[in-house]
Each structure stands twice: as structure tokens, then as C-alpha cells.
Nanobody, 127 residues
Framework: QLAESGGGIVQPGASLRLSCAVSGSGRTFSDDAVAWFRQAPGKEREFVAAIRWMSNSPFYGGPTGAAKGRFTISRDNAKKTANLQMNRLAPEDTAVYYC?????????????????WGRGTQVTVSS
């Protein structure tokens, strides 16, 4: 199971820290990657960032990706959370943010490769 938290309504330029609590009966997630996606109204689900749980290696996609140097993904193994620190938020960052888990070794930017999804947390950036 995945449970996101930390969303809210903020002004442009503000920061938010999203958290994804990862739990599952019998699944250690040690071989998995945890990712953040977002989906704005009327748009497709968009990859934001992912992190390999065992190696703690982040992946943000290409230079034109949603993270654009403003977001940082991390994980806390003791708390079993994957976090997304979002800085310098802009109105175009408004979306529902989802965390997801995959055991795939590749294709981290493709939502079809993910096995489990949380319900999402709303982030609204507005003045």
C-alpha cells in the first residue's frame, strides 16, 4: 500500500514536501523503485522523479522533465517513506501527485510499468 501526504495550497515560489508511506505484507520493496507522477486536469499522467530503494539512486528523467532542477526525491529506509521536496513552485505545478512502485529495471518514466499506486495528494499553486 502507498499513502501520499503533504499536499496543499501554496503561493508561487513556495515549497512543499510530499511524503509517500510505503507498506505491504511480505514485500520489502528493496528491489523496487518508487516514483512520483503528477496529473493535471485534462492532461496525461506525467513522470516527476523516481528513486531506487536499495541503491538510493534518484532519477529525474530528461532536462525538460517536470522536476527541472527544482524537485528532489529521497527515501527514508527507517520510516519507509519516499519524499519529494518541491521548491520554487509555479502555477503549472498544480496537479494531483501520485507515488507508485515498480520492480522494473527500465522505463521508469512510463506509468504503465508501475505495479502499485497511491490515491494521490492535491497540490495547488495559486496567488
Amino acid at each position: 500500500q502507498l499513502a501520499e501526504s503533504g499536499g496543499g495550497i501554496v503561493q508561487p515560489g513556495a515549497s512543499l514536501r510530499l511524503s509517500c508511506a510505503v507498506s505491504g505484507s511480505g514485500r520489502t520493496f528493496s528491489d523496487d523503485a518508487v516514483a512520483w507522477f503528477r496529473q493535471a486536469p485534462g492532461k496525461e499522467r506525467e513522470f516527476v522523479a523516481a528513486i531506487r530503494w536499495m541503491s538510493n539512486s534518484p532519477f529525474y528523467g530528461g532536462p525538460t522533465g517536470a522536476a527541472k532542477g527544482r524537485f528532489t526525491i529521497s527515501r527514508d529506509n527507517a520510516k519507509k517513506t519516499a519524499n519529494l521536496q518541491m521548491n520554487r513552485l509555479a502555477p503549472e505545478d498544480t496537479a494531483v501527485y501520485y507515488c507508485a512502485v515498480t520492480s522494473s529495471d527500465s522505463g521508469l518514466e512510463d506509468p504503465r510499468n508501475y505495479d502499485y499506486w497511491g490515491r494521490g495528494t492535491q497540490v495547488t499553486v495559486s496567488s
